[in-house]
């Protein structure tokens, strides 16, 4: 398990832990489970971020274009012979 120190502001320190104790009921460990869940939680939203970003840079310079000739079969589609 990892340690980090950190500096934060004031009211932003003490609205996290007011909010912790409410929902958490301020037990010992609960505000690194919330701080945890909270780094993992912003981590993945910059994942996703970046692969939405990723997705649309693929679809505007078209590496996702069908061949010119290709046409919709619907069998083929569904693997019905």
Do not use: C
Request: charged share 45%; net charge positive.
């Amino acid at each position: 398990m990892g340690t980090i120190t950190i500096s934060v502001d004031d009211d932003v320190e003490k609205e996290f832990r007011r909010t912790v104790e409410e929902h958490q009921g301020g037990k010992k460990g609960d505000l690194g489970k919330a701080v945890t869940e909270a780094m993992k939680k912003w981590a993945d939203e910059k994942k996703m971020k970046e692969i939405v970003e990723r997705q649309k840079m693929f679809m505007e310079k078209g590496l996702y274009r069908l061949p010119k000739n290709w046409k919709f079969n619907r069998d083929e589609v569904y693997d019905r012979k």
